[in-house]
């Protein structure tokens, strides 16, 4: 008999759709299997207002196939420039669910990102009082610190003296990558949270770098050590509601991932519910998946969990090796494997 597991339908409370032909590409991917997300607002040029996430969430959802129910969550990009009585606003008529802080220079389109978070302390004051998330790409970008390094390097020199300045501050740590990271979240408030994406509960850095540079691998922040690996596997399996799903799933066409410098992005949007329950399953946590895709995200957040269900089967199924990108292909995380899971239809 076929072993299968229904759960709530789940959400992905961080991932990238880019614009144009490979948003329209990709945002099927992801509609198929979660009910909202959370989208990136790191377009050229970036989604900075209000009135730009309302356009932007007006073309994703154009791209949602007929029949499927998917809500994308929109994102303002926070710049040193940042209005913050139109972030209010947007949070109050319901168009932004949260606001990204980017470091300057620390990944895809984030040069227009915040220099020093004392720039924005007047936008993060406003967002502690109505109790607007902060979602945060947790890595300094000084040359003097390794990049392996930039997470926890963030965690005491930014994040630290921020969660302790305004303590109501709702923030999201998102991607974690570090054994660092998780000790900080659990010893931290109710108020402070997570996201794991499935890529860093597979790899580390070996998998980049050992037998040839693997540039579909690469995405920022970097994979760390094994040891930081499996403290992400016992945080996300572990049962703490501080922890849920969060892709950041990244496409990039292959082209410009096998370039002579590479882009910085995991796809895994194609099959990301099947590349997490392999984890939890590995883990012995079958029971706890539900939680950690379903309802710990929602919780944080203040929003109502899901009605609907889905079924995963224990079905073998091979990656294919490409997926449609709009202009070009690109290569999606787990190519050419063998997943022992699948997303019933």
């Known amino acids: 008999m076929t072993q299968t597991l229904t759960l709530r339908r789940p959400d992905d409370w961080h991932l990238h759709f880019r614009d144009g032909d ?22 050229s040029p970036p989604v900075t207002t209000s009135a730009l996430a309302a356009a932007y969430r007006d073309r994703i959802t154009a791209a949602v196939p007929e029949g499927i129910d998917f809500t994308p969550l929109m994102t303002a990009y926070l710049t040193d420039q940042s209005d913050p009585d139109d972030l209010v606003a947007g949070f ?9 802080l980017y470091p300057a220079g620390a990944t895809t389109n984030s040069a227009h990102g915040v220099t020093d978070v004392a720039n924005i302390s007047g936008v993060l004051e406003r967002m502690a009082q109505i109790g607007m998330p902060l979602c945060v790409h947790g890595e300094v970008t ?15 020199r930014i994040l630290a003296p921020l969660i302790e300045r305004l303590p109501e501050l709702k923030v999201v740590f998102e991607h974690i990558t570090t054994r660092q990271a998780v000790e900080f979240v ?19 850095r070996n998998d980049i770098l050992v037998g040839g540079i693997r540039p579909h691998m690469y995405c920022l922040p970097v994979a760390k050590r094994e040891e930081h690996r499996l403290a992400l596997r016992e945080a996300a399996t572990g049962g703490s509601t501080k922890y849920f799903l969060g892709t950041d799933s990244a496409p990039h066409h292959r082209h410009d991932k096998e370039s002579d410098c590479g882009c910085a992005g995991i796809f895994n949007a194609p099959h990301a519910l099947e590349s997490y ?3 939890f399953e590995e883990e012995g946590a079958l029971d706890r ?9 929602p919780k944080f ?24 990108g709009g202009a070009a292909e690109i290569v999606p995380f787990h190519a050419g494997e063998t997943l022992s899971w699948q997303l019933a239809s």
């Open 22 to 43: 490979t948003m329209r590409a990709v945002v099927p991917h992801t509609a198929r299997q979660f009910a909202r997300a959370i989208v990136m607002p790191n377009l």
């Open 289 to 297: 998946f539900e939680a950690f895709a379903s309802e710990n995200g």
């Open 301 to 324: 957040y203040g929003l109502p969990l899901n009605e609907g269900e889905i079924m995963l089967e224990k079905v073998a199924q091979q990656v294919p090796a490409t997926v449609n």
């Open 92 to 100: 109050a008529d319901g168009v932004l669910t949260a606001a990204k």
């Open 277 to 279: 329950i392999t984890v």
């Open 142 to 156: 000084h040359s003097d610190i390794d990049i392996f390094d930039r997470e926890a390097v963030f965690i005491d």
């Open 186 to 204: 659990d010893a931290s408030g109710a108020n402070i949270g997570a996201t794991i994406t499935p890529q860093h509960l597979h790899i580390n």
